[in-house]
């Protein structure tokens, strides 16, 4: 498996998702989980100045957001690139309210994807994003995290925009299938 | 094999919603798409009032984010039974929550009403309070008559539990009360009463 630890050379980036997010003064994380957001999601769940809310499906979570900036707080979703998939209709929500909207995108079926099942969803994430209206921008090299997580936190929550950042492949690492 | 028609209810769903609005004090509205939209702001606008026009499934959500991040007030979710059935899975969320001052009201005629009265699965025999307590919900209620309404009522202010109420409501379609469209106009209203600047 992927490896989940934030320590280690190149690995600094697992944790620089979550003290972007807090910094940026984000109160609730909600989530589908994936395997390059365990260490967000466990820094998440360990900070009692979060909530971390796990979905059932992804689109629960802009609804969510929604909900929350109302009642005046900043969130994130954190998902998968397969995720984005389920999101496509719920993200009008976002467009015809323009409210802020930032998420953090695993990606698979992007680089050395042992399973093609991946492929066609992880070929579309960034372009179905963009079709209805959420700005992108993609990090491949670990320093790249964190200042691309803090510029998109800026748009979304002082300019009310719906922005992704998505996490390339050669970033989170190969997964491992056969031992 | 023909489906089991279960029609929802008798009650009147303009009537009930009224009542349920009465001296709403510090409530907060998040409506489902369609008819419960129309029904709360036939009971009259209010700033406090969030109207979903589509995002079909994400009332439920909405207003669970928004008694997350304002705990201390309580807030009604009023949607349909179609509404509800797209947002199945946000059941499951909310009752891990469990936020205490959340409150579902799930006016169910058993049809897709919008869209020319086709029966649902709430119609068709799947019961949303049953459904609701298999995921934990603390309190479920099934409101049949009336009298109902008002216990109903200083629940949604008691902000003592979790709660999601079905409401059995005749399958009629009534005269459209059409609250404003502008998502970010009602958006920017919601917040300022609450204090909260536009950016």
Not at chain 1, 16 to 23: E, P, T, W, Y
Not at chain 1, 155 to 167: I, P, Y
Not at chain 2, 134 to 145: M, R, S, W, Y
């Given at each position: 498996?992927?490896?989940?630890?934030?320590?280690?050379?190149?690995?600094?980036?697992?944790?620089?998702?979550?003290?972007?997010?807090?910094?940026?003064?984000?109160?609730?994380?909600?989530?589908?989980?994936?395997?390059?957001?365990?260490?967000?999601?466990?820094?998440?769940?360990?900070?009692?100045?979060?909530?971390?809310v796990?979905?059932?499906?992804?689109?629960?979570?802009?609804?969510?957001?929604?909900?929350a900036?109302?009642?005046?707080?900043?969130?994130?979703?954190?998902?998968?690139?397969?995720?984005?998939?389920?999101?496509?209709?719920?993200?009008?929500?976002?467009?015809?309210?323009r409210?802020?909207?930032?998420t953090?995108?695993?990606?698979?079926?992007?680089?050395?994807?042992?399973?093609?099942?991946?492929?066609?969803?992880?070929?579309?994430?960034?372009?179905?994003?963009?079709?209805?209206?959420?700005?992108?921008?993609?990090?491949?090299?670990?320093?790249?995290?964190?200042?691309?997580l803090?510029?998109?936190?800026?748009?979304?929550?002082?300019?009310?925009?719906?922005?992704?950042?998505?996490?390339?492949?050669?970033?989170?690492?190969?997964?491992?299938?056969?031992? | 094999?023909?489906?089991?028609?279960?029609?929802?209810?008798?009650?009147?769903?303009?009537?009930?919603?009224?009542?349920?609005?009465?001296?709403?004090?510090?409530?907060?509205?998040?409506?489902?798409?369609?008819?419960?939209?129309?029904?709360?702001?036939?009971?009259?606008?209010?700033?406090?009032?969030?109207?979903?026009?589509?995002?079909m499934?994400?009332?439920?959500?909405?207003?669970?984010?928004?008694?997350?991040?304002q705990p201390d007030?309580?807030?009604?979710?009023?949607?349909?039974?179609?509404?509800s059935?797209?947002?199945?899975g946000?059941l499951?969320?909310?009752?891990?929550?469990?936020?205490r001052?959340?409150?579902?009201?799930?006016?169910?005629?058993g049809?897709?009403?919008e869209?020319?009265?086709q029966?649902?699965?709430?119609?068709?025999?799947?019961?949303?309070?049953?459904?609701?307590?298999?995921?934990?919900?603390?309190?479920?209620?099934?409101?049949?008559?009336?009298?109902g309404?008002?216990?109903?009522?200083?629940?949604?202010?008691?902000?003592?539990?979790?709660?999601?109420?079905?409401?059995?409501i005749?399958?009629?379609?009534?005269?459209?009360?059409?609250?404003?469209?502008?998502?970010?106009?009602?958006?920017?209203?919601?917040r300022a009463?609450?204090g909260?600047?536009?950016?």
């Amino acid at each position: 498996m992927v490896s989940d630890t934030a320590e280690g050379p190149g690995q600094s980036w697992r944790r620089d998702v979550f003290d972007v997010l807090k910094a940026a003064g984000v109160k609730h994380i909600v989530y589908v989980p994936d395997a390059g957001h365990s260490t967000a999601l466990r820094l998440a769940e360990a900070d009692p100045e979060i909530n971390a809310v796990v979905l059932t499906t992804e689109e629960e979570g802009i609804g969510y957001l929604a909900g929350a900036w109302l009642g005046g707080e900043r969130g994130a979703l954190l998902m998968q690139s397969s995720g984005v998939g389920n999101c496509i209709n719920t993200l009008g929500l976002v467009a015809c309210a323009r409210f802020p909207f930032l998420t953090v995108v695993t990606m698979r079926g992007d680089w050395a994807e042992f399973n093609q099942w991946q492929n066609p969803m992880g070929q579309a994430t960034e372009a179905a994003l963009r079709l209805m209206g959420v700005m992108t921008w993609r990090a491949d090299d670990p320093k790249d995290v964190a200042p691309l997580l803090r510029g998109a936190a800026t748009m979304a929550f002082e300019g009310d925009g719906a922005c992704a950042v998505l996490l390339g492949q050669r970033l989170i690492g190969e997964k491992e299938w056969v031992k | 094999m023909s489906a089991i028609n279960v029609p929802g209810g008798t009650l009147e769903r303009r009537g009930v919603v009224a009542d349920l609005l009465r001296e709403r004090g510090d409530l907060m509205v998040v409506t489902g798409l369609g008819s419960p939209s129309y029904d709360v702001m036939a009971a009259g606008d209010h700033d406090l009032n969030y109207y979903l026009w589509a995002a079909m499934g994400s009332s439920m959500t909405v207003g669970l984010g928004l008694a997350m991040a304002q705990p201390d007030r309580p807030v009604l979710v009023v949607t349909g039974d179609g509404e509800s059935l797209m947002g199945f899975g946000a059941l499951a969320t909310i009752a891990l929550r469990r936020p205490r001052n959340l409150s579902i009201v799930i006016l169910d005629n058993g049809h897709f009403g919008e869209t020319g009265m086709q029966p649902s699965h709430a119609g068709q025999g799947i019961e949303l309070t049953r459904v609701a307590e298999a995921c934990g919900f603390p309190v479920v209620d099934l409101v049949t008559e009336r009298q109902g309404v008002e216990p109903l009522r200083r629940r949604i202010h008691a902000k003592e539990s979790l709660n999601l109420a079905v409401v059995k409501i005749e399958a009629v379609n009534l005269p459209r009360a059409l609250p404003p469209r502008d998502g970010v106009y009602v958006k920017n209203r919601f917040r300022a009463a609450l204090g909260f600047r536009p950016a």
